[in-house]
């Protein structure tokens, strides 16, 4: 117990879930090619009519489009990733 009691894995842990729940985020934002399929998808997902327009016409890299607010409450933990 004191050997493991020593092990800082919450920390790194908590980074590898973060990246995967990103890069996650990113396949589903590639699967939406067209942005008015981004559009569909955003509005089935509970996002307000000006966050849907104002993510799904973003000029960002899709990448960078995965930290925005918007798709982290479009696809955050309580909807998963699961849909589709």
């Given at each position: 117990m004191g050997y493991f009691a020593l092990i800082e894995t919450p920390s790194p842990l908590k980074r590898l879930e973060e990246w995967i729940r990103r890069r996650l985020r990113l396949c589903r934002w590639h699967q939406w090619k067209r942005v008015r399929t981004r559009i569909r998808e955003l509005r089935a997902l509970g996002l307000k009519e000006h966050e849907v327009f104002e993510i799904a016409n973003t000029r960002k890299g899709a990448w960078r489009t995965t930290?925005?607010?918007?798709?982290?409450k479009a696809l955050g933990k309580a909807t998963g990733l699961s849909k589709g």
């Open positions: 930290r925005t607010p918007q798709l982290h």
